[in-house]
């Protein structure tokens, strides 16, 4: 099964539910453009991904070139909110860390609320 998602804008707000698994590299890096792409053409500065249903597979080597990759495009425009299960929090933690080194403005979380409230700090 691909990365399967679905969106929804309120104002500045762009939330995305996804579900399946990255089948590979290539298929998680067209996932998080569509998705970056999707923020500028709606002008969301915040972005909420429930990836409650999404299973990761990357390797680590993955990732962290999967950061690379998005962080240019994400760059500091953006404050973005992930959301998964604890069975993914390590390697979501792993992503937002280079992330953040990266200058990316990103937090992980397996709370719902949680999310929604770091995303309306200004």
Known sequence: MAINFTY???????????N???????????YGQNVVNIAY????SHIL?????????????????????????A????????????????AGKFFILTAGNRGATIDFFTDMRKAEKWLDKK
């Open 41 to 44: 053409q709606n002008n969301c």
């Open 8 to 18: 929804e804008t309120y104002e500045d707000l762009l939330k995305v539910k996804t």
């Open 75 to 90: 760059s500091a425009k953006f404050r973005i909110a992930i959301v998964s299960t604890i069975v993914n929090k390590y």
């Open 20 to 30: 399946g698994y990255d089948e590979s590299y290539e298929q998680a890096l067209e």
């Open 49 to 73: 991904c429930d990836e409650t249903e999404l299973q990761y597979r990357l390797t680590i080597p993955e990732t962290y070139n999967l950061v690379h990759e998005l962080s240019y495009l």
